[in-house]
């Protein structure tokens, strides 16, 4: 297994050589170690002339093996793609990376896993909602994975630990260091009850371009992806992207409509590219997770309050109301025909009713009221 490891390690460092045609090699010559044994001819037909002389010429196994002490005296983990234990899910991305660094104890491929990400500044109704969603999943056994940032990550990973859920953070450099360096108890307790994990090595640091790569990983680990408080641009929003793309399940927080860290949550949950997420409930029901077991004597509360008098609503909203109540499931269309109701109006009040827990969006830009 070292020289296995050896050579795993200098595939991922050949100049030229990404996942593409890193995986293409594996799938020719079934593991690492051939690749480097085998002749310039051959791998000239496998992989091209310039990565073949890459591949030859490659001389760095004097810097790998001191990787490979390094990981190996610190009880890092090295999960190649080729071997059960790395993460199943990633096996359907053309840019999987073909080898990831692990420490930790939690299971990278648990048959529930949910991404959370958000503002590195939430508000405290972002900090409580997802400290509440985390209670709420607390005997779920679901992984719960994100990036160990400050805010939203860092109240994720640390809400998780206190209820029992395992969690893993997903780091934009190697295990040989923490960023930022305020979250090290953190991941400390983390390696304990779930994991760091990453596809960078020994010595890379936290350079800005390696996050957006450290963000897919995030979206491709997972089952559904949660946004918890997001301005209309930044990297949540590219991890949404990422997770769409992936046809990953997404779910957004929504808040205040004049709130810039709720703009991107309330946009996405208009645009029908998330579920407007109400509680842990319902997000086990969109997930067909209803084997979940709670605890006795716990209670599932949700996320928002019970919808408030009807008096206090708007007209356009009130009309929203009445076509529902005659109509049940209506599209978007149907809403605008039957309220004889612009589309923008129309929006507006239909978010400002699943804000006050009066309706629920289904896919496909349907509406119900809430049961």
Same mark, same amino acid.
């Given at each position: 297994?070292? &020289?296995?490891?050896?050579?795993?390690?200098?595939?991922?460092?050949?100049?030229? #050589?990404?996942?593409?045609?890193? !995986?293409?090699?594996? !799938?020719?010559?079934?593991?690492?170690?051939?690749?480097?044994?085998?002749?310039?001819?051959?791998?000239?037909?496998?992989?091209?002339?310039? !990565?073949?002389?890459?591949?030859?010429?490659?001389?760095?196994?004097?810097?790998?093996?001191?990787?490979?002490?390094?990981?190996?005296?610190?009880?890092?983990?090295?999960?190649?793609?080729?071997?059960?234990?790395?993460?199943?899910?990633?096996?359907?991305?053309?840019?999987?990376?073909?080898?990831?660094?692990?420490?930790?104890?939690?299971?990278?491929?648990?048959?529930?896993?949910?991404?959370?990400?958000?503002?590195?500044?939430?508000?405290?109704?972002?900090?409580?909602?997802?400290?509440?969603?985390?209670?709420?999943?607390?005997?779920?056994?679901?992984?719960?994975?994100?990036?160990?940032?400050?805010?939203?990550?860092? #109240?994720?990973?640390?809400?998780?630990?206190?209820?029992?859920?395992?969690?893993?953070?997903?780091?934009?450099?190697?295990?040989?260091?923490?960023?930022?360096?305020?979250?090290?108890?953190?991941?400390?307790?983390?390696?304990?009850?779930?994991?760091?994990?990453?596809?960078?090595?020994?010595?890379?640091?936290?350079?800005?371009? &390696?996050?957006?790569?450290?963000?897919?990983?995030?979206?491709?680990?997972?089952?559904?992806?949660?946004?918890?408080?997001?301005?209309?641009?930044?990297?949540?929003?590219?991890?949404?992207?990422?997770?769409?793309?992936?046809?990953?399940?997404?779910?957004?927080?929504?808040?205040?409509?004049?709130?810039?860290?709720?703009?991107?949550? &309330?946009?996405?949950?208009?645009?029908?590219?998330?579920?407007?997420?109400?509680?842990?409930?319902?997000?086990?029901?969109?997930?067909?997770?209803?084997?979940?077991?709670?605890?006795?004597?716990?209670?599932?509360?949700?996320?928002?309050?019970?919808?408030?008098?009807?008096?206090?609503?708007?007209?356009?909203?009130?009309?929203?109301?009445?076509?529902? !109540?005659?109509?049940?499931?209506?599209?978007?269309?149907?809403?605008?025909?039957?309220?004889?109701?612009?589309?923008?109006?129309?929006?507006?009040?239909?978010?400002?009713?699943?804000?006050?827990?009066? #309706?629920?969006?289904?896919?496909?830009?349907?509406?119900?009221?809430?049961?």
């Amino acid at each position: 297994m070292e &020289n296995d490891l050896l050579y795993q390690l200098a595939l991922s460092k050949v100049p030229g #050589i990404g996942p593409a045609h890193a !995986r293409k090699l594996i !799938r020719h010559f079934g593991e690492a170690r051939p690749i480097f044994q085998a002749g310039r001819p051959l791998l000239k037909k496998v992989c091209g002339e310039n !990565r073949a002389d890459a591949i030859v010429q490659f001389n760095e196994f004097q810097e790998i093996e001191k990787e490979q002490s390094f990981l190996e005296k610190y009880a890092m983990r090295s999960l190649f793609i080729t071997e059960k234990d790395y993460p199943q899910r990633l096996l359907n991305c053309d840019q999987a990376p073909i080898l990831l660094f692990y420490k930790g104890n939690a299971d990278l491929n648990n048959t529930k896993i949910i991404s959370v990400v958000g503002t590195r500044s939430p508000t405290e109704y972002g900090k409580q909602a997802a400290a509440m969603l985390m209670k709420e999943l607390a005997s779920s056994g679901i992984l719960i994975i994100s990036g160990l940032a400050y805010g939203v990550d860092a #109240i994720a990973h640390q809400s998780a630990l206190d209820y029992g859920l395992p969690t893993v953070g997903v780091l934009g450099h190697g295990l040989d260091q923490i960023y930022p360096q305020q979250n090290a108890p953190l991941a400390r307790q983390m390696v304990q009850q779930g994991g760091l994990l990453t596809q960078f090595n020994i010595g890379c640091g936290p350079e800005s371009y &390696n996050f957006p790569t450290r963000n897919k990983l995030v979206a491709a680990m997972s089952d559904a992806l949660i946004v918890i408080e997001t301005a209309s641009r930044g990297g949540s929003m590219l991890t949404v992207d990422n997770a769409l793309a992936f046809n990953k399940k997404v779910f957004a927080l929504p808040g205040r409509l004049n709130d810039p860290k709720s703009a991107g949550c &309330n946009a996405l949950i208009a645009s029908g590219k998330a579920c407007l997420l109400t509680g842990a409930q319902q997000l086990l029901n969109d997930m067909k997770w209803n084997d979940t077991v709670k605890k006795p004597g716990t209670q599932q509360t949700a996320l928002f309050p019970t919808p408030s008098d009807e008096s206090r609503l708007s007209e356009e909203e009130k009309k929203v109301l009445q076509l529902l !109540r005659k109509k049940g499931i209506l599209t978007l269309d149907e809403l605008a025909a039957g309220s004889n109701q612009r589309s923008g109006p129309l929006s507006m009040a239909l978010l400002n009713l699943e804000l006050q827990g009066w #309706i629920d969006a289904r896919p496909g830009k349907r509406y119900q009221l809430r049961a």
